[in-house]
């Protein structure tokens, strides 16, 4: 960050020098004519003397590499501009990147395709389901699938106010339209948690602290409830015909289904994608926490 921002002045001020001190861009243009001047006959030198090596080498090898230092020497601005965007481009881009974090997570539309659903969210207040027991998170399946899941907060009054009650729909529709029953798993995630779970590996999260909507109330993990038993599996049929439902309905309320992620997939997880969160957070955390999206 402290290097990039260096960079950026340093270019910022040479670019004015130039501009509006007339010594300074005279001097400026001496330089860059000498330095010229003295790279192409450096080049017309190393072009004679390739030439002259080509007339008497005898190797097919040797003939073949002073063939090449000769086109080299010839296309010498060629070779220079390849240079420029093969490396100065990158290196420029790797620079902007750490002073902008790009957080592709904040062009999501986030509108609610079906009006009736609109307007049924608009219309009325939908309260969250009583607790389950404990003991309902903390069978084999669910340990397996969840880790520390038993540890997760599932209280829906500490998500966002606006998420929750698209998250409410999406159980509502599941129930009503498809007859799946669903629990919350886990809602909001402290910074402390989310590196405990990103410690455990890349198979459980890739997003360390503050870098996890869940850290904002507005993600929640949720699976499916059969027979008085929490359902996670992805072996199961009837589970994943349920997640692919899930994400139908999650996407027609304007949510991100992490069903649909090319990396990880997370099926059971949604997230409602607000403009700089991430962003803002990246910029607001404790150095030891840090941001790399």
Do not use: C
Not at 165 to 187: A, C, D, P, S, T
């Amino acid at each position: 960050m402290i290097w990039v921002l260096g960079g950026y002045f340093v270019l910022v001020s040479t670019g004015l020098a130039l501009v509006f001190l007339p010594g300074t861009r005279a001097v400026a243009l001496n330089g860059w004519r000498r330095g010229a001047d003295r790279l192409s006959q450096w080049f017309r030198r190393a072009q004679q003397a390739s030439q002259q090596g080509l007339t008497q080498a005898g190797g097919g090898g040797q003939r073949l590499g002073l063939s090449v230092v000769a086109w080299l020497a010839r296309h010498v601005w060629v070779v220079l501009a390849a240079l420029a965007v093969l490396v100065v481009l990158p290196l420029l881009a790797m620079g902007w990147r750490h002073w902008y974090q790009i957080e592709t997570f904040d062009h999501t539309d986030v509108r609610i395709r079906d009006e009736r659903i609109a307007a049924l969210l608009a219309g009325e207040r939908l309260t969250p389901p009583a607790p389950l027991p404990p003991e309902v998170f903390t069978t084999r399946e669910v340990e397996l699938a969840r880790p520390m899941v038993r540890f997760a907060s599932r209280d829906w009054a500490l998500l966002d106010a606006e998420f929750a009650q698209r998250l409410l729909m999406v159980f509502r529709v599941m129930r009503e339209q498809h007859g799946y029953e669903m629990v919350l798993l886990e809602g909001y995630r402290s910074p402390q948690r989310q590196e405990q779970l990103a410690a455990m590996g890349g198979h459980v999260t890739q997003a360390g602290a503050f870098r996890s909507y869940h850290q904002f109330g507005l993600a929640a993990d949720s699976a499916f409830m059969r027979m008085g038993q929490v359902v996670i599996s992805e072996r199961d049929p009837w589970a994943m015909r349920g997640y692919e439902l899930y994400g139908e309905v999650a996407a027609s309320l304007g949510l991100t289904w992490g069903g649909g992620w090319k990396n990880l997939k997370d099926l059971g997880h949604v997230e409602l994608r607000r403009p700089g969160v991430l962003r803002r957070a990246a910029q607001e955390a404790p150095p030891a926490v840090g941001y790399a999206y």
